[in-house]
């Protein structure tokens, strides 16, 4: 595989920061796009542009059959058993709030026990602490040890008769963690009690087959899988689609209006109210074709080896302390240096024209618990080479210079 | 952008051994600031005395080079101050900072304002203002005794 021709894709790689070429490790946050995705969005507007829906004119029915295309390749690309079970949100934070809204709307009440993990990102606690103040919902924490694994004997000793849902990330977007979202599926199934995993990091990084995770609800989006922001995704087992409750009210989720009676219209549009990111939605379709086209396995096989470069190049330096050391990781690396903010490195290395990114990374319960206030964090994406680690590390080492640590 | 102005030796010394640390004797005002873009924290303790003199400034907290030197250089050039001339240089840097003017205090010496300037390098990094004006307007909310925690998020 040449990856010097799949970085040609990326027309941002033309550029060059602060003179310098663009050396882009903040792909967790978000990944560029190649050519084929920006050229879809740019078509769509400029010669297939309608709403979805309703309209009975040409282009109507094209951009529907389109838009029902991203979700057929979205359905086969996690491997779901139905399209419908796929819905489009604005970004994964929506598909996991459509969930704790209604799902705690329909089944949590005061004293039921939500179990998340020390790992989440905000994204995914935040949501469950609504129904902790609405509800008086508990929210317990899994723990995880010192090298970021979840520990699962503890997070199965906080299984009791009360907890009504696990939301579990699949992939640390800290510590580069890959969760046994397997295992702990099938714990909580044992007992009846429904998964919800958050997939921002896995879905680009790593095979995701939910049906045979069997977990019940899977979040992630699509502007960290080389697609548009705006389209975010929400698998949903069909049986949980039939019990709950609408989230957001409006146009294109009913069935019928009447002044003292509305009926809803059937999963998926039952959840996908308003004028949805038709034309981001659409061109999502393009993002899983670039991924298909260099391969899942090949993707992974090349991130896996970058990232054990960038680990070798780092444990040559003395100050930099990597942050976990999980069994199973994937290409995040949070680190820090002794002596030096992670703002103040972020800002250094910005001026090589290195992006990483620096602060919590939305995850300060992981942050507190490992006594840390902020960490920076270089994220592996399909276009980065060795080259990109040499051009990082030389940039750590003179931050270190800077400040004059050695 | 230049890194050797942002990261002046001054700037860098001040944050590896930031002065007055720590709570001082016999604080009468104290406020909290925070960063909510990285999670750094100031607490800072001030003790005013009946002239509305500062008698004594001090601070806790953690944060990168730029917030450190910025707090520990304004505790060195507070301390000593009345009420309205603290208010006075708080003003001339944030001016400084955010519309690019020269420091003109009388409150200062040449000195000072050296001093006070090589934290003018970060006008250059606008993700970096924060870093160094969260202590100054802490300053404010210690000495009006605001009760709320200052939020970099939520200044104008």
């Known amino acids: 595989m040449d990856i010097n021709k799949i970085k040609s894709q990326f027309p941002i790689f033309a550029r060059k920061i602060n003179g310098k070429p663009l050396v882009y490790l903040d792909s967790s946050n978000s990944s560029q796009k190649p050519l084929s995705v920006i050229n879809r969005l740019n078509d769509f507007y400029k010669n297939e542009f309608s709403n979805i829906g309703r309209s009975i004119h040409s282009l109507a029915v094209n951009a529907t059959n389109k838009f029902d295309e991203t979700r057929v390749s979205v359905k086969n690309f996690i491997n779901a058993k139905f399209k419908e079970e796929i819905i489009f949100t604005k970004n994964a934070t929506e598909a996991i709030n ?3 809204t209604t799902f705690g709307q329909q089944y949590i009440k005061e004293g039921d026990e939500i179990i998340i993990t020390e790992l989440e990102h905000h994204s995914n606690y935040v949501p469950w602490h609504f129904l902790r103040e609405s509800k008086k919902a508990i929210i317990k924490f899994a723990p995880i040890n010192e090298d ?10 906080l299984i009791t008769s009360k907890t009504k849902i696990i939301a579990i990330t699949h992939l640390s977007n800290v510590t580069g963690t890959i969760v046994p979202v397997k295992e702990i599926v099938e714990i909580a199934h044992k007992k009846k009690i429904p998964v919800l995993v958050d997939g921002c990091q896995s879905v680009p990084h ?13 979040a992630f989006s699509g502007h960290k899988a080389y697609g548009p922001t705006g389209v975010g995704v929400l698998y949903a087992k069909k049986k949980w689609l039939e019990k709950l409750p609408p989230f957001i009210g409006g146009g294109a989720m009913i069935s019928e209006v009447k002044k003292d009676k ?40 090349h991130e896996k080896k970058i990232t054990n470069y960038a680990l070798e190049e780092f444990k040559k330096i003395n100050s930099v302390k990597i942050i ?3 069994k199973n990781k994937a290409g995040v690396i949070a680190f820090t240096i002794k002596g030096i903010h992670p703002h103040d490195i972020a800002t ?19 942050h507190e618990k490992m006594n840390l206030t902020a960490t920076a964090r270089a994220s592996i994406g399909i276009y980065n080479t060795k080259e990109d680690i040499d051009i990082l590390c030389r940039g750590i080492e003179n931050c270190i210079k800077i400040f004059n640590l050695k | ?40 924290k100031v607490h800072l303790y001030l003790k005013l005395d009946n002239n509305k003199k500062i008698e004594s400034l001090s601070f806790e907290g953690e944060g990168c080079a730029i917030s450190l030197a910025s707090v520990s250089i304004m505790t060195e050039l507070i301390k000593g101050k009345f009420f309205d001339e603290a208010k006075a240089i708080m003003n001339a840097f944030l001016n400084m900072i955010k519309n690019n003017l020269e420091i003109k205090s009388n409150h200062l010496d040449d000195d000072e304002k050296t001093k006070l300037m090589s934290l003018s390098g970060v006008k250059q990094f606008p993700m970096r203002v924060k870093c160094a004006t969260l202590s100054w307007h802490t300053l404010i909310s210690a000495l009006d005794q605001k009760k709320d925690e200052v939020n970099t998020e939520e200044i104008n």
């Open chain 1, 148 to 157: 970021g694994d979840i520990l699962i004997d503890e997070l199965k000793k």
């Open chain 1, 324 to 326: 976990g050391n999980p």
């Open chain 2, 1 to 40: 952008m230049d890194l050797k102005q942002l990261y002046q030796d001054i700037i860098l010394e001040h944050g590896k051994s930031p002065r007055n640390k720590g709570k001082c004797k016999g604080y009468n005002h104290e406020a909290k600031g925070y960063n909510p873009l990285c999670g750094d």
């Open chain 1, 206 to 218: 790593i095979n995701v087959d939910v049906s045979d995770l069997d977990c019940d609800f899977y």
């Open chain 1, 262 to 301: 509305i009926t809803y219209a059937s999963f998926p549009e039952k959840y996908e109210a308003g004028t949805m990111p038709t034309a981001e939605v659409i061109t999502f379709n393009e993002s899983i074709k670039f991924i298909k086209s260099i391969g899942m396995n090949n993707l992974i096989e």
């Open chain 1, 98 to 100: 459509l969930i704790s």
């Open chain 1, 348 to 366: 250094i290395l910005d001026e090589d024209g290195v992006a990483i990114r620096a602060g919590h990374h939305c995850c300060q319960i992981f």
